[in-house]
């Protein structure tokens, strides 16, 4: 069968006819321009442009399918072109053609169409290397690298010749390099320098063998052939190597050479190229073992060429400066790397070089930029290999650059944190080296280290923080902390700008690198500091810190605190990472990193007793505050406080807790606020005092734990029972008590001297907690009311009088939880075990029944791990007998009354033919117990209160239509009738059964609505119930209807009145809430309606009477709700009414501050006060509306009268109040209280005041103090009320008598002669009280002597406040009248005596000397002075020579510092003699030396008071010692004080003085100046100080430089010199 070919497929091979032709045709093309560019047919133009055809089409030739044939033509031609022709050393068309022609062989694809000529042409491009021009020679060699590294065939003898060929091309090697220092001088000299700016010639190419670049070259292709034959070639790269190392390496061009005006900037670079390169050769070739030998051996040169390759790398070269920075990585990377050990010490001797920038890094902008990283990097690594080989002198520069890096804020964080760890590394080294070398200037550069650490610390705490909090803030919505700064400058500076633009990365990358800096920083200071602390010096009692660096410490402390705040930023979890601010109260401690990082930062501060005591003797305030900020760094004074430290003295421990017992105590008050008022600061103090306690529990004996807590006791204990009375959170005092106690009950005993502390406070603090734990209180409140009670920390045998006093909180103990339970067992136990039975019995015997009944109690809860029980048996059984005698004692029963008859529910159930009857009232109750429970399940409560609503709607009579109920109110609204004047009593439901469960039902609705679950449903019930009421209010008694019988019928509105009373009378404060809505609701609906006839309606009265009833409740709670009603009718209700209740209202709430007086309210006290004061003024301030006036006349007599009775009040609250309210009449009427009191009868003050019969010791004390104060206060008037005429009336003498008795008689005597203080031992307030009632009788001269003879022997008692009493009593009589010269000398003339006299002198002494000079500073002159100052100086010596920088400071070494102190209080109250400052100063310095303070002397207080009072002589002296630095520093910070203003004025006026001071050397060297050699640096460090000063005044007086241009111009002047800007540049 014939077949023929279809259309289709005859097109198909037509078209792969045609493209055959046209790759063949292409092919041959290009075939014929390789002929051209070999053939000499085209002239050179026509070659080139031939062969740059063929260049540009080189990658579609290879893909056509006759490639192979044009391969070997082409190899063909060009091989034996380029092998045959002439190398041409110009540059022309003929060297660029021989280029491209060498460019397109090397650009032939390595595969296996190239592979059979691969050996021609290698072996070709081995020759040409050597006779090529140096463009061609590159290109060879890169094609011979290329080719190198294809796959070879089998062939010995093509492998034996490249072995040849490689072998010959390494000869060349080595002679290129040994003909470097020819081919250099060829390179950088131009020899043939154009004659002719304008004439073009051509330019020569270097022959291969001497060009730099084809030397830069070379050791690529070495390293390639060495790595293929390392075996047959290692003795030529042996020799290669030697060469490179000693003449390559140690090759520079001659300075002749650089200076010419031929030299070749472009070759020198090549050059440098070269030597680069090879120092990289070098480095690979190091790790080589067959060649470790020959680089260690030549070590100090190669390393001498790699120095010189920094040292002259081009600056407009940065990559070859990063190549060799790779190269020196290189080599200094891996720790363990035996072959480069030896080559890394070596370096050790070129640390300097390598430790200058300039040589290191370069000059140019972009080498810093390029190269400064991997620089400091490789540096750093070096230096951690070698440190222990550095000597000091290079650590020192090491510790100088890298703290430079530290600050750079051009670097990454991560640059900044390695520069901080290499710092830390070498800190071990830097101690070492110095006692090695026996050059002692380590600690200075230790300490150069820590104010780098501090700096860094500043710098994090003002910038860094600042931003990633503000950009936290802008994520979450949260504050920025003001704990440390947020000035905007800070914000937006433009370094830390910088460096957030160089992004580190996302906010949670640059938290956690914030967080990395900030825990190095940390642990540095911490190895810095303990390195200082062992730091071993030549001289003996070489101080560890100077005075002066205790400084650097307080700013660690307060910048340190404030960069612990990164760690309250926290970031999520990813992907997200959110981060967020903690909460400032938020104590949780997140991380073990934060706890660990917290721990080193309290360890820094512990190694040096004299600086730990100065720092936190004045940063205490700034810790605790940043505490506050941040809740978790109460784990530093944690640290200080409860931490055993084996490493650690006890003695940190002691000065911590004293003084963080010093400021607790000053912070007592604040405990008491609420949560509003002062933040969670209560909460905080309550936490550090429970470590202060903690601390007693853990250190027991280590520490000096009496000596802590002892001073402050006392106070403790009457501060906190006196101020529980008025604050708003009293538990927190309470709280405190209780773990007082605990900690010294903890201690078994062993505290005695802080047992007899308590006991002259245990009558009255037994007295009042006793009756705190039975009045009315919260369950907490009242657990700890017992057990306060029951663990005062006295001995047993002191407690025997008052057993009686503990029987009661014992009872309430057995009966309460778990907890007082088993300490109530445990109290009773100890005094059955340790008591005769006779005497207990008897003290048990009114308890007794309860306390037995309490004991079986207990016993009926018995299980296995029930210990209650077990010792509730135990003691039973020690009772014996007398645990049966409760059996006899009669039940208790409760009686029922069957005539009353209620409502009730029936209830028939089926086949019963008796219903069951169910009180209505027990329904309701038992709904009203379900709501008040609150926890119940909200099903039983919700219908309980639906029960409450049906009863309440079946009780209302609803047949009234909408319609009546509109015209009747529109008829009340508009007739203006008088309200219903019936008797009150009539308005009351007389079905008593049915009131009081209506009273249940509504307060039941009342308490729904306060409960969070049923207020929606119940609020809007309870407003229409409260609305239903008012309107029949309204309607019964609005005057409408006459009522001429008992509206007794149905149930009273009434009723509301009682509920709403309740429910203020609660201690549930939302239930009190809501019953002042209702009273609110009550109003507004009666006003709505009747406008300002509201408050006429008997209702209102009946209101008033039931509010003010609530005062006199003998709950707190229930007062404090009468109180709130009381405010709010004062701020609502009209004031006519307000006055015609006045006097209800004022004895409802002078009751009220009569009855919670020394009792616990809730700060209720504190509101009873204030609004006392303003019923006084609201009800009496003048009006001119006439009926308001009327009323007020018709009253203020009454109000007038009864203030002046309230004079004479028990209560010193009600005294101190009614004095006010008198004050406030004054204020308010515009008259004087005399000209009030005028009004009343002539003789009602006096015999109210001072009664004619009742002498002052007939009267109890507290009726003296009120007798007293009210004669103070009269006499005190700008009109005398009270005279007393000792002359004329035999009373007042005998008052003025007893008054000077009772100042005169000790203690001992006023208690076995009077009768009338046998109950009282505190005799404090009535000493004070007869003081100022002897200085308000001044104007009595013959008692003058006598007076002031009992006011000065009370000013020398040992009681503070008598002191400061008896001061303010002279002073008062001095003012008004003089005291005469005669008197006061006789009786200061034995102090006087007493000063010469070391003996007698002590702290009292000289305080009483400080009252006198202040009252009568004319009578003192400078020979005290003088006398002063000795003695001041004995003291001084005698303090340190008992000082023991080893051991705690003992109690006399105290008291001397503590009497030199007040010495130095002195003398500015007196005229000191001439040059007395200068003495005086140098006298405290030394002292502050020798007892190692500055910052936190007790000495600076004193003598500021006299530089304020002397500037003029204190300034002169300051400048001229202004070198001292302890000088220096002592005059900045007494400009530097708020206070310091009249000085800082002073100095002000001359100005130039200071600089010119700053510009005069001392004229002999001082201790502190030992190491400084160079007089310019003492004169820089002066003018340091007066610069210092400058900017100090023109930061608090802004016009300082403006008004003193010289200042400035000499500013500029110091800014120009020469050796200032040196001085700048090191």
């Given at each position: 069968?014939?077949?023929?070919?279809?259309?289709?497929?005859?097109?198909?091979?037509?078209?792969?006819?045609?493209?055959?032709?046209?790759?063949?045709?292409?092919?041959?093309?290009?075939?014929?321009?390789?002929?051209?560019?070999?053939?000499?047919?085209?002239?050179?133009?026509?070659?080139?442009?031939?062969?740059?055809?063929?260049?540009?089409?080189?990658?579609?030739?290879?893909?056509?399918?006759?490639?192979?044939?044009?391969?070997?033509?082409?190899?063909?031609?060009?091989?034996?072109?380029?092998?045959?022709?002439?190398?041409?050393?110009?540059?022309?068309?003929?060297?660029?053609?021989?280029?491209?022609?060498?460019?397109?062989?090397?650009?032939?694809?390595?595969?296996?169409?190239?592979?059979?000529?691969?050996?021609?042409?290698?072996?070709?491009?081995?020759?040409?290397?050597?006779?090529?021009?140096?463009?061609?020679?590159?290109?060879?060699?890169?094609?011979?690298?290329?080719?190198?590294?294809?796959?070879?065939?089998?062939?010995?003898?093509?492998?034996?010749?490249?072995?040849?060929?490689?072998?010959?091309?390494?000869?060349?090697?080595?002679?290129?390099?040994?003909?470097?220092?020819?081919?250099?001088?060829?390179?950088?000299?131009?020899?043939?320098?154009?004659?002719?700016?304008?004439?073009?010639?051509?330019?020569?190419?270097?022959?291969?063998?001497?060009?730099?670049?084809?030397?830069?070259?070379?050791?690529?292709?070495?390293?390639?052939?060495?790595?293929?034959?390392?075996?047959?070639?290692?003795?030529?790269?042996?020799?290669?190597?030697?060469?490179?190392?000693?003449?390559?390496?140690?090759?520079?061009?001659?300075?002749?050479?650089?200076?010419?005006?031929?030299?070749?900037?472009?070759?020198?670079?090549?050059?440098?190229?070269?030597?680069?390169?090879?120092?990289?050769?070098?480095?690979?070739?190091?790790?080589?073992?067959?060649?470790?030998?020959?680089?260690?051996?030549?070590?100090?040169?190669?390393?001498?060429?790699?120095?010189?390759?920094?040292?002259?790398?081009?600056?407009?070269?940065?990559?070859?400066?990063?190549?060799?920075?790779?190269?020196?990585?290189?080599?200094?990377?891996?720790?363990?790397?035996?072959?480069?050990?030896?080559?890394?010490?070596?370096?050790?001797?070129?640390?300097?070089?390598?430790?200058?920038?300039?040589?290191?890094?370069?000059?140019?902008?972009?080498?810093?930029?390029?190269?400064?990283?991997?620089?400091?990097?490789?540096?750093?690594?070096?230096?951690?290999?070698?440190?222990?080989?550095?000597?000091?002198?290079?650590?020192?520069?090491?510790?100088?650059?890298?703290?430079?890096?530290?600050?750079?804020?051009?670097?990454?964080?991560?640059?900044?944190?390695?520069?901080?760890?290499?710092?830390?590394?070498?800190?071990?080294?830097?101690?070492?080296?110095?006692?090695?070398?026996?050059?002692?200037?380590?600690?200075?550069?230790?300490?150069?280290?820590?104010?780098?650490?501090?700096?860094?610390?500043?710098?994090?705490?003002?910038?860094?923080?600042?931003?990633?909090?503000?950009?936290?803030?802008?994520?979450?919505?949260?504050?920025?902390?003001?704990?440390?700064?947020?000035?905007?400058?800070?914000?937006?500076?433009?370094?830390?700008?910088?460096?957030?633009?160089?992004?580190?990365?996302?906010?949670?990358?640059?938290?956690?690198?914030?967080?990395?800096?900030?825990?190095?920083?940390?642990?540095?200071?911490?190895?810095?500091?303990?390195?200082?602390?062992?730091?071993?010096?030549?001289?003996?009692?070489?101080?560890?810190?100077?005075?002066?660096?205790?400084?650097?410490?307080?700013?660690?402390?307060?910048?340190?605190?404030?960069?612990?705040?990164?760690?309250?930023?926290?970031?999520?979890p990813p992907p997200n990472r959110i981060t967020y601010v903690r909460s400032s109260n938020n104590n949780q401690i997140r991380s073990k990193e934060e706890k660990d990082i917290l721990d080193y930062f309290a360890a820094m501060f512990t190694w040096n007793v004299p600086t730990f005591k100065e720092v936190f003797e004045t940063q205490i305030d700034y810790l605790i505050e940043s505490i506050h900020n941040n809740q978790s760094l109460i784990l530093i004074p944690h640290y200080f406080l409860t931490v055993r430290d084996?490493?650690?003295?006890?003695?940190?421990?002691?000065?911590?807790?004293?003084?963080?017992?010093?400021?607790?105590?000053?912070?007592?008050?604040?405990?008491?606020?609420?949560?509003?008022?002062?933040?969670?600061?209560?909460?905080?103090?309550?936490?550090?005092?429970?470590?202060?306690?903690?601390?007693?529990?853990?250190?027991?004996?280590?520490?000096?734990?009496?000596?802590?807590?002892?001073?402050?006791?006392?106070?403790?204990?009457?501060?906190?029972?006196?101020?529980?009375?008025?604050?708003?959170?009293?538990?927190?005092?309470?709280?405190?008590?209780?773990?007082?106690?605990?900690?010294?009950?903890?201690?078994?005993?062993?505290?005695?001297?802080?047992?007899?502390?308590?006991?002259?406070?245990?009558?009255?603090?037994?007295?009042?907690?006793?009756?705190?734990?039975?009045?009315?209180?919260?369950?907490?409140?009242?657990?700890?009311?017992?057990?306060?009670?029951?663990?005062?920390?006295?001995?047993?045998?002191?407690?025997?009088?008052?057993?009686?006093?503990?029987?009661?909180?014992?009872?309430?103990?057995?009966?309460?939880?778990?907890?007082?339970?088993?300490?109530?067992?445990?109290?009773?136990?100890?005094?059955?075990?340790?008591?005769?039975?006779?005497?207990?019995?008897?003290?048990?015997?009114?308890?007794?029944?309860?306390?037995?009944?309490?004991?079986?109690?207990?016993?009926?809860?018995?299980?296995?791990?029930?210990?209650?029980?077990?010792?509730?048996?135990?003691?039973?059984?020690?009772?014996?007998?007398?645990?049966?005698?409760?059996?006899?004692?009669?039940?208790?029963?409760?009686?029922?009354?069957?005539?009353?008859?209620?409502?009730?529910?029936?209830?028939?159930?089926?086949?019963?033919?008796?219903?069951?009857?169910?009180?209505?009232?027990?329904?309701?109750?038992?709904?009203?117990?379900?709501?008040?429970?609150?926890?119940?399940?909200?099903?039983?409560?919700?219908?309980?209160?639906?029960?409450?609503?049906?009863?309440?709607?079946?009780?209302?009579?609803?047949?009234?239509?909408?319609?009546?109920?509109?015209?009747?109110?529109?008829?009340?609204?508009?007739?203006?009738?008088?309200?219903?004047?019936?008797?009150?009593?009539?308005?009351?439901?007389?079905?008593?059964?049915?009131?009081?469960?209506?009273?249940?039902?509504?307060?039941?609705?009342?308490?729904?609505?306060?409960?969070?679950?049923?207020?929606?449903?119940?609020?809007?019930?309870?407003?229409?119930?409260?609305?239903?009421?008012?309107?029949?209010?309204?309607?019964?008694?609005?005057?409408?209807?006459?009522?001429?019988?008992?509206?007794?019928?149905?149930?009273?509105?009434?009723?509301?009145?009682?509920?709403?009373?309740?429910?203020?009378?609660?201690?549930?404060?939302?239930?009190?809430?809501?019953?002042?809505?209702?009273?609110?609701?009550?109003?507004?609906?009666?006003?709505?309606?009747?406008?300002?006839?509201?408050?006429?309606?008997?209702?209102?009265?009946?209101?008033?009477?039931?509010?003010?009833?609530?005062?006199?409740?003998?709950?707190?709670?229930?007062?404090?709700?009468?109180?709130?009603?009381?405010?709010?009718?004062?701020?609502?209700?009209?004031?006519?009414?307000?006055?015609?209740?006045?006097?209800?209202?004022?004895?409802?709430?002078?009751?009220?501050?009569?009855?919670?007086?020394?009792?616990?309210?809730?700060?209720?006290?504190?509101?009873?006060?204030?609004?006392?004061?303003?019923?006084?003024?609201?009800?009496?301030?003048?009006?001119?509306?006439?009926?308001?006036?009327?009323?007020?006349?018709?009253?203020?007599?009454?109000?007038?009268?009864?203030?002046?009775?309230?004079?004479?009040?028990?209560?010193?609250?009600?005294?101190?109040?009614?004095?006010?309210?008198?004050?406030?009449?004054?204020?308010?009427?515009?008259?004087?209280?005399?000209?009030?009191?005028?009004?009343?009868?002539?003789?009602?003050?006096?015999?109210?005041?001072?009664?004619?019969?009742?002498?002052?010791?007939?009267?109890?004390?507290?009726?003296?103090?009120?007798?007293?104060?009210?004669?103070?206060?009269?006499?005190?008037?700008?009109?005398?009320?009270?005279?007393?005429?000792?002359?004329?009336?035999?009373?007042?003498?005998?008052?003025?008598?007893?008054?000077?008795?009772?100042?005169?008689?000790?203690?001992?005597?006023?208690?076995?002669?009077?009768?009338?203080?046998?109950?009282?031992?505190?005799?404090?307030?009535?000493?004070?009280?007869?003081?100022?009632?002897?200085?308000?009788?001044?104007?009595?001269?013959?008692?003058?002597?006598?007076?002031?003879?009992?006011?000065?022997?009370?000013?020398?008692?040992?009681?503070?406040?008598?002191?400061?009493?008896?001061?303010?009593?002279?002073?008062?009589?001095?003012?008004?009248?003089?005291?005469?010269?005669?008197?006061?000398?006789?009786?200061?003339?034995?102090?006087?005596?007493?000063?010469?006299?070391?003996?007698?002198?002590?702290?009292?002494?000289?305080?009483?000397?400080?009252?006198?000079?202040?009252?009568?500073?004319?009578?003192?002159?400078?020979?005290?002075?003088?006398?002063?100052?000795?003695?001041?100086?004995?003291?001084?010596?005698?303090?340190?020579?008992?000082?023991?920088?080893?051991?705690?400071?003992?109690?006399?070494?105290?008291?001397?510092?503590?009497?030199?102190?007040?010495?130095?209080?002195?003398?500015?109250?007196?005229?000191?003699?001439?040059?007395?400052?200068?003495?005086?100063?140098?006298?405290?310095?030394?002292?502050?030396?020798?007892?190692?303070?500055?910052?936190?002397?007790?000495?600076?207080?004193?003598?500021?008071?006299?530089?304020?009072?002397?500037?003029?002589?204190?300034?002169?002296?300051?400048?001229?010692?202004?070198?001292?630095?302890?000088?220096?520093?002592?005059?900045?910070?007494?400009?530097?004080?708020?206070?310091?203003?009249?000085?800082?004025?002073?100095?002000?006026?001359?100005?130039?003085?200071?600089?010119?001071?700053?510009?005069?050397?001392?004229?002999?060297?001082?201790?502190?100046?030992?190491?400084?050699?160079?007089?310019?640096?003492?004169?820089?460090?002066?003018?340091?100080?007066?610069?210092?000063?400058?900017?100090?005044?023109?930061?608090?007086?802004?016009?300082?430089?403006?008004?003193?241009?010289?200042?400035?111009?000499?500013?500029?002047?110091?800014?120009?010199?020469?050796?200032?800007?040196?001085?700048?540049?090191?």
């Amino acid at each position: 069968m014939s077949s023929t070919n279809t259309p289709s497929a005859a097109s198909a091979s037509t078209s792969d006819d045609q493209s055959q032709d046209v790759n063949y045709l292409f092919c041959k093309k290009f075939t014929q321009y390789v002929n051209l560019i070999t053939e000499n047919r085209l002239d050179e133009n026509g070659k080139f442009k031939a062969a740059q055809e063929l260049s540009e089409h080189l990658e579609f030739i290879v893909q056509n399918p006759y490639y192979n044939q044009f391969l070997k033509h082409l190899l063909n031609e060009f091989l034996a072109f380029i092998e045959n022709g002439e190398s041409i050393y110009q540059e022309n068309y003929k060297a660029q053609i021989r280029k491209l022609v060498l460019e397109i062989i090397h650009r032939l694809p390595r595969n296996g169409d190239l592979g059979p000529y691969a050996h021609r042409i290698q072996s070709i491009m081995f020759k040409l290397v050597e006779r090529e021009n140096e463009d061609c020679a590159l290109v060879c060699m890169r094609t011979i690298h290329e080719l190198h590294k294809m796959p070879k065939p089998n062939n010995l003898h093509q492998e034996s010749d490249m072995l040849y060929e490689i072998r010959k091309f390494l000869k060349f090697v080595i002679a290129s390099f040994q003909n470097l220092p020819d081919t250099m001088r060829r390179a950088l000299i131009n020899e043939n320098p154009s004659s002719q700016p304008g004439a073009r010639e051509p330019k020569s190419i270097p022959r291969a063998t001497h060009s730099l670049k084809v030397l830069a070259d070379l050791p690529l292709h070495v390293v390639v052939f060495h790595q293929s034959l390392q075996e047959n070639i290692e003795e030529d790269v042996c020799k290669l190597l030697s060469n490179m190392i000693n003449s390559t390496l140690t090759l520079h061009p001659d300075v002749n050479i650089k200076n010419s005006e031929n030299f070749v900037q472009d070759a020198f670079v090549d050059f440098i190229t070269v030597q680069i390169k090879t120092v990289s050769f070098l480095a690979y070739m190091i790790k080589q073992r067959p060649y470790h030998e020959i680089i260690e051996n030549n070590s100090v040169n190669f390393i001498k060429g790699l120095i010189s390759c920094f040292r002259f790398c081009p600056s407009e070269a940065p990559h070859l400066r990063r190549e060799i920075m790779v190269a020196w990585r290189h080599l200094v990377s891996g720790n363990q790397c035996a072959e480069t050990i030896s080559f890394k010490h070596q370096m050790v001797n070129f640390m300097d070089e390598l430790l200058d920038e300039k040589v290191l890094i370069g000059t140019g902008w972009t080498n810093k930029e390029s190269s400064r990283c991997l620089a400091y990097n490789t540096l750093a690594e070096l230096i951690h290999q070698v440190r222990e080989k550095l000597s000091l002198k290079q650590l020192a520069g090491i510790v100088y650059l890298f703290s430079k890096n530290v600050h750079d804020n051009d670097l990454a964080p991560a640059m900044q944190i390695m520069s901080c760890k290499i710092l830390i590394n070498i800190v071990d080294y830097i101690n070492k080296k110095s006692e090695k070398e026996a050059v002692y200037t380590g600690r200075d550069l230790l300490m150069k280290m820590l104010e780098v650490f501090i700096q860094k610390f500043e710098s994090v705490a003002k910038h860094q923080l600042p931003e990633l909090f503000a950009r936290c803030a802008k994520q979450v919505g949260t504050e920025i902390p003001t704990c440390f700064p947020t000035k905007a400058e800070a914000l937006n500076n433009a370094a830390i700008a910088q460096a957030s633009k160089k992004g580190q990365g996302t906010l949670a990358g640059a938290i956690q690198e914030c967080r990395q800096l900030v825990g190095l920083l940390v642990r540095g200071v911490k190895a810095i500091t303990f390195v200082i602390n062992a730091y071993k010096h030549p001289q003996q009692n070489h101080q560890k810190i100077q005075p002066g660096e205790t400084y650097m410490f307080i700013r660690l402390l307060k910048y340190g605190l404030q960069c612990l705040n990164i760690y309250r930023i926290q970031v999520g979890p990813p992907p997200n990472r959110i981060t967020y601010v903690r909460s400032s109260n938020n104590n949780q401690i997140r991380s073990k990193e934060e706890k660990d990082i917290l721990d080193y930062f309290a360890a820094m501060f512990t190694w040096n007793v004299p600086t730990f005591k100065e720092v936190f003797e004045t940063q205490i305030d700034y810790l605790i505050e940043s505490i506050h900020n941040n809740q978790s760094l109460i784990l530093i004074p944690h640290y200080f406080l409860t931490v055993r430290d084996p490493n650690r003295d006890a003695i940190f421990s002691s000065l911590f807790a004293y003084q963080l017992a010093k400021y607790l105590v000053d912070k007592l008050e604040i405990m008491g606020c609420s949560e509003a008022g002062c933040g969670d600061r209560p909460v905080l103090y309550s936490r550090l005092f429970k470590l202060l306690f903690t601390s007693v529990q853990i250190h027991g004996q280590d520490v000096d734990t009496e000596g802590i807590l002892k001073p402050h006791l006392q106070r403790i204990v009457n501060q906190s029972m006196t101020l529980s009375q008025t604050a708003k959170e009293p538990i927190n005092y309470f709280g405190l008590l209780r773990l007082l106690f605990r900690a010294i009950g903890s201690a078994s005993g062993t505290y005695d001297e802080m047992y007899n502390e308590f006991l002259p406070l245990l009558p009255s603090l037994l007295q009042s907690l006793n009756r705190l734990q039975s009045g009315l209180h919260k369950p907490q409140m009242n657990n700890i009311f017992i057990e306060l009670c029951l663990t005062v920390p006295v001995r047993l045998s002191n407690l025997l009088p008052y057993l009686p006093a503990l029987m009661d909180p014992l009872v309430s103990a057995l009966n309460g939880s778990n907890p007082l339970i088993a300490q109530g067992l445990r109290t009773l136990e100890l005094c059955i075990d340790n008591l005769q039975p006779s005497f207990f019995y008897d003290k048990i015997e009114p308890v007794r029944a309860e306390l037995i009944h309490a004991l079986w109690k207990t016993l009926q809860t018995y299980n296995e791990s029930d210990n209650n029980a077990k010792s509730a048996y135990r003691v039973l059984g020690k009772f014996g007998a007398r645990n049966r005698k409760t059996l006899q004692d009669p039940p208790r029963l409760e009686y029922v009354n069957p005539e009353v008859t209620q409502a009730s529910v029936v209830i028939w159930f089926p086949g019963s033919t008796t219903p069951v009857k169910i009180p209505v009232q027990k329904i309701l109750e038992h709904a009203l117990s379900i709501l008040r429970c609150g926890n119940r399940d909200i099903f039983y409560m919700q219908h309980s209160l639906h029960v409450m609503q049906c009863y309440i709607v079946s009780m209302i009579n609803l047949s009234d239509t909408t319609i009546q109920i509109q015209k009747l109110l529109v008829l009340i609204s508009r007739k203006q009738a008088t309200p219903l004047q019936v008797n009150k009593n009539n308005l009351i439901c007389t079905d008593e059964a049915s009131r009081n469960a209506f009273k249940t039902a509504l307060l039941g609705i009342f308490v729904a609505t306060s409960t969070k679950q049923l207020r929606a449903e119940a609020t809007q019930f309870m407003m229409s119930i409260v609305r239903h009421f008012s309107l029949l209010t309204i309607v019964q008694q609005s005057g409408v209807f006459t009522a001429k019988k008992k509206i007794n019928s149905s149930l009273d509105v009434h009723i509301l009145i009682d509920v709403i009373a309740e429910c203020l009378g609660s201690e549930e404060n939302e239930l009190a809430n809501i019953g002042e809505k209702a009273i609110r609701l009550v109003t507004e609906t009666c006003k709505y309606i009747l406008g300002d006839r509201a408050f006429q309606i008997p209702f209102f009265d009946v209101l008033v009477e039931k509010l003010c009833g609530l005062c006199y409740d003998r709950a707190w709670y229930t007062k404090a709700g009468g109180i709130t009603a009381i405010e709010w009718l004062m701020n609502n209700a009209p004031l006519l009414w307000i006055i015609k209740n006045q006097q209800l209202f004022i004895n409802a709430t002078l009751y009220v501050m009569m009855d919670l007086y020394e009792e616990v309210s809730y700060g209720t006290m504190t509101r009873t006060e204030e609004l006392y004061l303003h019923i006084i003024r609201h009800c009496n301030t003048p009006s001119t509306q006439p009926n308001i006036v009327a009323a007020q006349e018709k009253v203020f007599l009454g109000v007038v009268h009864h203030l002046i009775k309230e004079l004479m009040s028990a209560y010193s609250i009600v005294r101190k109040q009614a004095r006010k309210a008198l004050l406030i009449l004054s204020e308010v009427t515009h008259k004087s209280v005399d000209v009030i009191l005028e009004s009343l009868p002539k003789d009602l003050v006096p015999d109210t005041i001072l009664p004619k019969k009742q002498p002052l010791f007939s009267l109890p004390q507290n009726r003296q103090l009120a007798c007293m104060e009210a004669v103070v206060f009269c006499s005190t008037l700008e009109k005398r009320l009270i005279t007393l005429d000792v002359m004329n009336f035999e009373w007042h003498k005998k008052f003025l008598d007893d008054t000077i008795a009772i100042c005169s008689l000790p203690k001992s005597e006023l208690l076995s002669k009077y009768y009338c203080y046998k109950k009282h031992s505190d005799f404090t307030k009535l000493k004070k009280n007869s003081l100022k009632v002897l200085a308000s009788c001044r104007y009595i001269v013959q008692y003058e002597a006598e007076i002031f003879k009992v006011m000065y022997q009370i000013m020398n008692d040992t009681d503070k406040e008598l002191q400061e009493a008896a001061k303010d009593a002279i002073h008062s009589f001095n003012t008004a009248k003089h005291i005469d010269v005669d008197i006061v000398h006789n009786e200061i003339r034995p102090l006087l005596q007493k000063l010469t006299d070391p003996k007698t002198l002590n702290i009292h002494l000289i305080k009483v000397l400080t009252y006198l000079m202040e009252l009568f500073p004319t009578m003192f002159n400078e020979k005290l002075c003088d006398q002063l100052l000795k003695t001041l100086k004995k003291w001084m010596e005698s303090s340190i020579y008992n000082l023991n920088p080893h051991q705690p400071r003992t109690h006399s070494f105290k008291e001397e510092v503590l009497l030199c102190q007040a010495i130095i209080n002195t003398f500015h109250l007196i005229p000191p003699p001439k040059n007395f400052f200068g003495n005086l100063i140098s006298c405290i310095v030394r002292a502050e030396k020798c007892l190692s303070v500055e910052i936190g002397s007790p000495f600076q207080e004193g003598l500021f008071k006299f530089v304020l009072k002397h500037p003029e002589e204190a300034v002169d002296i300051f400048l001229k010692e202004l070198h001292e630095p302890s000088m220096n520093r002592m005059f900045y910070n007494f400009l530097k004080q708020k206070n310091g203003g009249s000085l800082r004025n002073f100095l002000c006026k001359m100005p130039m003085s200071i600089l010119t001071a700053a510009s005069i050397p001392p004229q002999s060297h001082d201790n502190d100046y030992s190491h400084v050699n160079d007089i310019n640096m003492r004169l820089q460090e002066l003018l340091f100080q007066g610069i210092k000063i400058i900017g100090l005044l023109s930061k608090h007086n802004p016009d300082f430089l403006v008004k003193n241009r010289e200042v400035i111009n000499h500013l500029k002047n110091i800014w120009n010199q020469p050796s200032f800007q040196r001085s700048e540049e090191r």
